[in-house]
């Protein structure tokens, strides 16, 4: 299978690279600069007891001090980058408040903020992602909107109070979409990267001015002090101009790398949605308003690179814009626009002739003629939702009973939702789990899962995923030890009826592995390149699960399994007995297989494809069981649409 | 040199340790900020519901309205505490206030919801019922928000009280514990008075 997304994450990893290797260049280059000042310093001329100036022949080459000089600035950059990423790794929820973004409650009733949520959620559902929370960045009030996060479970979306207020519903689809390619893209890591990088070259200005000022504060006073006062002012001094110098090409790496990848959302955003006007009318809205896309916030240079559209104002406009020109990406898709913005309140303020001379070094492809995504497999969509997701998306939301819903827009009835997902039809396992969570000592739960018990029952078994998309946002602000209570009550239920069916296996692995990062303080892992030879084993479980689950007869399960080793054919496998070939082992396989970055993904998604579809039935816990298996490799699967094929 | 080196790496790590401290309680707060917004949009809800209650009583017990002007009353004074509270969540002053307000309010409405029982009518009606259904869904959601937001409370007071925290936490703005929301609920323990006479 070839799709974009796995296109998409090679090129954010290729991205990865070109990065450190500029990095590296600013590095060795201001390693260089930071020589010369040394040298210099340390050659400042000198005085004899008498006041004569000693000539003192300049030694340029000291090896000794290229070492020092190389180990401090290793030192504060590694460190200045290491602590920005570190801090960034307690996930986009960071970035959004250090922006003056505000959580909006998951079941607010402003309906403004209700609508911004909706659509969302929708977008969520479509693409198989969990719902991000949402912050709103209350006192901008230009359009614009972000992603940030370090992987999918921690990613959250922010958007300005101007979006909300001027946008309409479609308009601000295309913008939430072109975000959530920006979180399928794997854009995310690498924008968090950047801050990371640049923070760390920052940090040697940073030192400078701090050292410049603690010098002011005290040199003056005292006389003898004087030559390693006005030493200190010239150290601070050419700090802070190699410390500018730095950022000034770190900033430089970011916009270039940045501007690229922004196209590419743009035509996501138009896949994900069929509808090209959408995102353009945005655009075209911002041209059109006086506050545009800018942010007010202080902390917004440093994130610049992450939101929808240029966030800053003026400065050399082409070489330090993270995004590309405005006329540019609407022409992209709306080849009529003729470079006057006229939908939204205030004055039209893009030339048609100021973007020319850009434009016409290649010829956009307008993304408006493109032709309707053919509706592939689920595997060809893997990370590509299209509108025919979008779309499924919103019936199911709307189908869905309000009760229900409500209930997963806060974190009582979210629990509850859940809780009543897992009782069983029937029978005495039945009994015996409503007896359990009787004794669950929170004050009307049972009651709440009873209530909505009637409503779960009788919901297609398709919805059940969905639900659990949908509840995630409100049971992230369940407090530490609820978010205990909640993870044992979960095991409880599940282990009521003394065996783990399918579903409940599916649940339980999609909900932990998003709530896990968020409150067990443990840092997102990032992915490694591992080659698919070394995760023989951990392939061969998976298959032999699968195969087992899938069918009945021992001639059936070494059919199904071997569909699915055909499909990797570099890899010698065996079909596992079924001792071994239980859920508990492949938790185990999956969790490490989670550590391999997509590349693992892109094999052994069509080999489990194939040994589900072995047999030529798919049932609806084995499609659930295989987007959790996606969800795990790092590849968000949008929903099965109904008679789709698996692969 | 070396020293300067030396001294320079101790100063950018000491640096970061502050730096970090400050962070870590900006989003101590900001969660139980977050928190608080929870339970706001539970009690609005609730502020919400009781006229429709009043308005569903009314008809079936007219000349209670003592107990009505009271639900009202209490509503009222409820829903600014609120208001109050909300602009800085944590503040003991507020805190206690719209705890105090919301325990008068419990009282009340639990009393009108006891007087409701002598009328046969007004309990078989479904609106009433579903009402009543309704609020005590909503009590649940409010004190399990509450809970969430007195235990990120407290996880804020005490990282702000440990050290090293507790050398910056001044600096930096954070130098009141933020008060837990606790609700007086004597009112409503209180067996309501039901008079024969």
Redesign the interface.
């Known amino acids: 299978m070839s799709t974009h997304f796995f296109e998409n994450q090679e090129a954010a990893r290729r991205q990865t690279s070109r990065l450190v290797f500029l990095f590296g260049c600013a590095v060795v280059g201001i390693v260089a600069l930071l020589y010369g000042l040394a040298i210099v310093i340390t050659n400042l001329p000198k005085t004899d007891a008498y006041g004569r100036v000693l000539a003192i022949p300049i030694e340029y080459w000291q090896p000794e001090l290229l070492f020092q000089v190389v180990l401090a600035t290793l030192a504060v950059v590694a460190g200045g980058s290491l602590y920005k990423t570190l801090q960034l790794r307690g996930g986009g929820a960071i970035v959004a408040e250090s922006l003056g973004g505000q959580l909006i409650p998951s079941d607010t009733r402003d309906p403004e903020a209700r609508k911004i949520l909706n659509v969302v959620e929708e977008m969520a559902i479509a693409s198989g992602l969990p719902t991000p929370p949402v912050y709103l960045l209350a006192d901008e009030n230009g359009i614009n909107a972000f992603a940030a996060g370090f992987t999918p479970s921690d990613a959250v979306i922010g958007i300005t109070r101007g979006s909300v207020h001027l946008l309409t519903r479609d308009e601000l689809q295309g913008v939430i979409a072109h975000e959530f390619s920006h979180i399928l893209s794997g854009d995310m890591r690498l924008n968090i990267r950047l801050m990371g990088t640049v923070h760390g070259i920052l940090l040697i200005g940073m030192i400078g001015y701090f050292l410049l000022r603690s010098s002011m504060f005290s040199g003056g006073r005292r006389d003898s002090r004087d030559r390693s006062g006005s030493v200190m002012v010239m150290a601070g001094f050419g700090l802070m101009v190699i410390g500018f110098v730095g950022t000034f090409f770190g900033n430089l790496i970011k916009a270039s790398v940045s501007r690229q990848r922004e196209f590419l959302a743009d035509a996501s955003s138009v896949q994900f949605t069929r509808n090209p006007a959408g995102i353009a009318g945005a655009l075209k809205k911002i041209g059109g308003l006086d506050a545009g896309s800018i942010l007010t916030s202080p902390s917004a240079p440093e994130a610049s690179h992450l939101f929808f559209s240029n966030g800053l104002r003026g400065g050399l406009q082409s070489l330090f814009a993270t995004h590309p020109p405005l006329a540019d990406r609407i022409r992209r898709l709306d080849p009529s626009f003729a470079g006057v913005a006229s939908a939204s309140p205030g004055v039209a303020r893009i030339q048609a002739t100021g973007a020319a001379g850009f434009a016409g070094s290649r010829t956009p492809t307008p993304l408006a003629s493109l032709p309707a995504a053919p509706t592939g497999s689920a595997i060809q969509q893997v990370g590509e939702p299209t509108a025919a997701h979008l779309e499924y998306a919103t019936r199911l939301l709307a189908d869905l009973p309000s009760a229900v819903v409500a209930a997963c827009h806060e974190p009582h009835g979210a629990r509850a939702v859940l809780y009543a997902l897992l009782i069983n039809r029937d029978g005495d396992a039945r009994r015996r789990q409503l007896d359990q969570l009787a004794t669950f000592d929170e004050a009307g739960l049972a009651d709440e899962t009873r209530r909505l018990l009637r409503d779960i029952e009788r919901l297609d078994s398709c919805v059940r995923l969905p639900l659990i998309d949908i509840a995630l946002p409100a049971l992230r602000n369940l407090s530490r030890s609820q978010y205990l209570a909640f993870e044992t009550n979960v095991r409880v239920l599940v282990e009521a009826d003394d065996r783990i069916d399918l579903f409940e296996w599916t649940l339980q692995r999609i909900l932990f592995a998003h709530l896990r990062p968020h409150f067990e303080r443990t840092a997102s892992r990032a992915r490694h390149n591992v080659h698919l030879s070394k995760l023989a084993t951990e392939c061969g479980v998976v298959l032999s699960v699968l195969a087992r689950f899938g069918s009945a007869g021992d001639a059936a399960v070494r059919t199904a399994f071997d569909h699915g080793a055909a499909q990797l054919p570099g890899l010698s496998l065996a079909l596992l007995p079924k001792e071994r070939a239980g859920l508990p082992a492949l938790d185990e396989a999956l969790s490490r297989l989670a550590r391999a970055d997509t590349r693992v993904a892109l094999q052994l998604l069509p080999a489990c494809a194939a040994a589900i579809t072995a047999d030529g039935i798919v049932s609806v816990a084995q499609g659930e069981m295989l987007r959790a298996i996606s969800d795990t490799l790092g590849a968000p699967m949008p929903p099965l649409l109904p008679g789709q094929k698996l692969f | 040199?070396?020293t300067l080196?030396v001294l320079?790496?101790i100063?950018?790590?000491l640096v970061?340790i502050v730096?970090?401290i400050f962070?870590r309680l900006?989003?101590l707060k900001?969660r139980y900020e977050?928190?608080f917004?929870?339970i706001?949009?539970?009690l609005?809800?609730r502020y919400d519901l009781i006229p429709n209650l009043v308005e569903t009583v009314k008809g079936y017990m007219a000349h209670e309205r003592e107990t009505l002007e009271a639900v009202i009353q209490a509503r009222n004074q409820a829903s600014s505490g609120l208001a109050n509270a909300a602009s800085d969540p944590g503040n003991a002053d507020a805190m206690k206030k719209l705890g105090a307000a919301e325990g008068v309010l419990g009282g009340a409405v639990g009393r009108l919801l006891a007087l409701s029982e002598a009328y046969p009518d007004l309990k078989a009606s479904q609106n009433m019922q579903q009402l009543t259904e309704e609020l005590?869904?909503t009590?649940?959601?409010v004190?399990?928000?509450r809970?969430?937001?007195?235990?990120?409370v407290t996880?804020y007071n005490t990282y702000r009280q440990s050290f090293p925290a507790v050398v910056f936490a001044g600096m930096f703005g954070h130098s009141k514990d933020a008060s837990l929301l606790e609700f007086d609920s004597q009112a409503i323990a209180q067996p309501p008075k039901v008079s024969f006479s």
């Open positions: 040199m070396t080196i320079a790496v100063v950018i790590v970061m730096v970090g962070n900006v989003a900001n977050n928190g917004a929870q706001e949009v539970q609005k809800r005590t869904s009590e649940n959601k004190s399990f928000a809970q969430a937001f007195n235990d990120a996880a």
